[in-house]
């Protein structure tokens, strides 16, 4: 397979139910849609079914799948992602097809980088790829997880977890957040962000799953803080504190803190820490500021503080980020 390589694995035996077509959709669309202007060469994708005997036969939905590429073709891609497993696999405990969990294993042994989106960390899991690691699926079913596979460390507060070699993801559009994830790693921030704006979606969500099972705050009461925190992203330059914020929204502190925790998933500072870092990764990839200005212009302070952010929620020095995604091009900077 060529620069990029993903194969998407597609496990049900017959046809997909309207929500793992969803999730299906989500790599084909992230992955195998060519992107010239983003970057060129972009991925090379490949649909593998579980058996040769699949197709032709209709979905449910009424879609039919054709791909030549069976699970031998796991072997040999740069990522291999698992969208989903069949229901009877998750709640009623049917095995997984022997024939997926050793081509997982295969593909793995062979350098591949895995990846489950919701219930395809059942299939991860089986193949023994999740023991002693943290990871997550959809909240729904990860208490089956935990109990079905007790080496895993099992995190339902997040849409998605990057272990490096293996990354998992919560459900449905949780994926996505996935997908765009690893098109930022592998091309950088700029390129996921003009992705994300193209199919109209944030280019990263801050907070997890939680935000979706706390229902105690209503709705309008997440949309009346957009105002301060688009004020917070145009002033992150300023140190800020989370009085100032609750302040500029006619809010106790305390209060702030509980909406902005049940509308985001995150406490006050660490939204406002990810927005800094965020803005700090755009300036190092977008112009030639140096490591002061960079770490102002953020609010991230100094060079030093800088680097120390970097190195510990980025896992790369700045420099080191600069070089891997600096633009041949850049923005001019103004003051």
């Avoid at 704006?197 to 949309?223: N, T, W, Y």
Wanted: proline share 7%.
């Amino acid at each position: 397979m060529g620069v990029r390589s993903v194969a998407v694995v597609v496990a049900e035996p017959i046809g997909l139910p309207s929500w793992d077509l969803y999730e299906l959709a989500i790599p084909c669309t992230v992955f195998g849609q060519p992107q010239p202007d983003l970057a060129d060469p972009w991925y090379e994708l490949r649909l593998c079914g579980a058996g040769a005997e699949r197709v032709d036969r209709p979905m449910e939905s009424g879609f039919v799948l054709r791909s030549p590429y069976g699970l031998d073709d796991l072997v040999g891609a740069d990522t291999v992602i698992v969208p989903s497993v069949p229901d009877s696999c998750v709640e009623d405990g049917e095995p997984l097809p022997v024939e997926l969990v050793t081509a997982l294993r295969r593909a793995y042994e062979a350098g591949a980088r895995m990846v489950s989106l919701c219930t395809g960390a059942f299939a991860l899991a089986e193949a023994g790829l999740l023991d002693g690691r943290r990871a997550t699926a959809h909240w729904m079913h990860t208490a089956q997880l935990a109990e079905r596979y007790p080496r895993v460390q099992v995190d339902d507060s997040v849409l998605y977890v990057d272990e490096g070699d293996v990354l998992t993801s919560a459900g449905l559009t949780a994926g996505l957040d996935l997908c765009l994830h690893l098109v930022r790693r592998d091309l950088g921030a700029h390129v996921a962000n003009q992705l994300a704006r193209r199919m109209v979606v944030p280019a990263h969500r801050p907070g997890g799953q939680a935000q979706f099972i706390d229902l105690s705050v209503p709705v309008e009461d997440d949309a009346g803080l957009a105002p301060v925190l688009e004020w917070a992203r145009a002033h992150l330059d300023r140190p800020l504190t989370v009085e100032d914020l609750a302040r500029r929204a006619a809010m106790s502190p305390r209060t702030f803190h509980r909406r902005l925790q049940a509308a985001t998933g995150s406490t006050p500072l660490r939204w406002l820490l990810h927005q800094r870092l965020a803005r700090a990764q755009g300036l190092l990839e977008m112009t030639d500021l140096p490591m002061e200005k960079v770490g102002e212009l953020s609010g991230l302070g100094t060079a030093n503080n800088l680097r120390h952010h970097f190195l510990k929620h980025v896992g790369v020095s700045p420099r080191e980020h600069r070089r891997a995604f600096s633009r041949t091009v850049r923005q001019p900077h103004v003051d």
